[in-house]
């Protein structure tokens, strides 16, 4: 299982982006999904999680600026992040929580992390 971040960048203070994390790989099922960040010198920590059936759980830092999402078709998470501040900067690294098969057959369950992809904002 491979996840796959992309949408980072460089915006201002106020801006907006949105994050998207492809899974790819021998899927049987994908149960839940999460962002997460982490910030040089400190422990990675919670932004945002959806299950399977689109039940959502923010961070309380996210405070109705963030909107995670999912397209199960797609195997793919999305965080749409509004009203970025400069505190948001950090790496956001997105997980997935899966059933999957290996190349013999066997099923595995297993929690998997995108790259990373770096958020920057600019006051």
């Known amino acids: 299982v491979q996840l796959q971040a992309s949408g980072g960048g460089l915006v201002q203070d106020g801006g907006s982006l949105r994050l998207s994390c492809a899974v790819t790989g021998r899927i049987l099922r994908i149960n839940d999904m999460g962002w997460y960040r982490q910030v040089p010198g400190k422990q990675r920590e919670l932004v945002a999680t959806i299950t399977n059936d689109g039940s959502t759980n923010y961070a309380d830092f996210v405070r109705g600026r963030f909107t995670i999402s999912r397209d199960n078709a797609k195997n793919t998470v999305y965080l749409q992040m509004n009203g970025l501040e400069p505190e948001d900067t950090a790496v956001y690294y997105c997980?997935?929580?899966?059933?999957?098969?290996?190349?013999?057959?066997?099923?595995?369950?297993?929690?998997?992390w995108g790259q990373g992809t770096l958020v920057t904002v600019s006051s």
């Open positions: 997980n997935a929580d899966s059933l999957s098969t290996l190349p013999a057959g066997e099923i595995v369950a297993g929690r998997d």
